[in-house]
């Protein structure tokens, strides 16, 4: 258990609607990490937060954002949503003392998002 | 273009025989360097990383990696392999602004 939790574990939603992802970091991690894994990307890094404040972004579309709240849990919002959103969501936290993508980070088990 | 590439989307070995998974990276600067492996149905897990220092990191569960600066590449070992190390694997890269890639992913598949 890498004490990073995601909810819900499975999503099934249709074109267009808009759905919302959970995760809460491991105890006292202050960055929190999403990451896009499909079949034919690979994993990719979606956005960064660090202690409620953006960080780093990455491929992140315009129909998706992110926030960290005061109590540093993290949601990821799609909407719009098409077919090629169908994927696995991952996020992971890490404890990042000195800024930056230098430590390792923990990753929850992922929400799988289903487009129908 | 900053891009992580990890060659092979699958290698096969023996169990007991000596693996190596491969990663090339290139970005500009000095990179932070990661492996990460996924098993069924499981998030990732943090293997090692190469920040600065001795070129040969040792990560969890016997594996280890080469930092090769010269050849930009970070391949990932184990000198012998066990069945329990199926899994997929990935290669990961940050760099300035706290960007990160990751490779496509390699999977392992250790042969009984």
């Known amino acids: 258990d890498s004490g990073v939790t995601q909810t819900p574990k499975h999503l099934i939603t249709a074109t267009g609607q808009r759905v919302t992802l959970r995760c809460s970091p491991r105890?006292?991690?202050?960055?929190v990490y999403w990451y896009q894994q499909s079949l034919d990307q690979g994993l990719q890094f979606l956005i960064q937060y660090y202690n409620g404040e953006e960080r780093a972004k990455g491929n992140i579309l315009e129909r998706f954002s992110a926030q960290q709240f005061p109590d540093l849990h993290s949601e990821l919002n799609l909407s719009s949503l098409e077919l090629g959103d169908s994927a696995l969501y991952f996020c992971?936290?890490?404890?990042?003392?000195?800024?930056?993508?230098?430590?390792?980070?923990?990753f929850g088990q992922g929400t799988r998002l289903t487009v129908v | 273009a900053q891009s992580v590439a990890q060659p092979e989307d699958q290698v096969n070995v023996a169990e007991g025989n000596p693996l190596t998974v491969k990663c090339t990276y290139s970005v500009s600067g000095n990179p932070y360097l990661f492996w990460y492996v996924q098993y069924p149905n499981r998030g990732l897990q943090f293997l090692l990383k190469y920040i600065t220092g001795d070129n040969l990191v040792k990560g969890s569960y016997g594996f280890e990696a080469e930092f090769n600066k010269s050849q930009t590449s970070f391949h990932l070992k184990k000198p012998s392999a066990l069945v329990s190390d199926s899994a997929l694997y990935f290669c990961a890269v940050s760099y300035r602004d706290d960007k990160i890639i990751f490779g496509k992913g390699t999977r392992l598949h250790i042969l009984p």
């Open positions: 992971a936290s890490s404890v990042d003392h000195q800024g930056g993508m230098n430590t390792e980070a923990f």
């Open positions: 105890s006292g991690d202050l960055s």
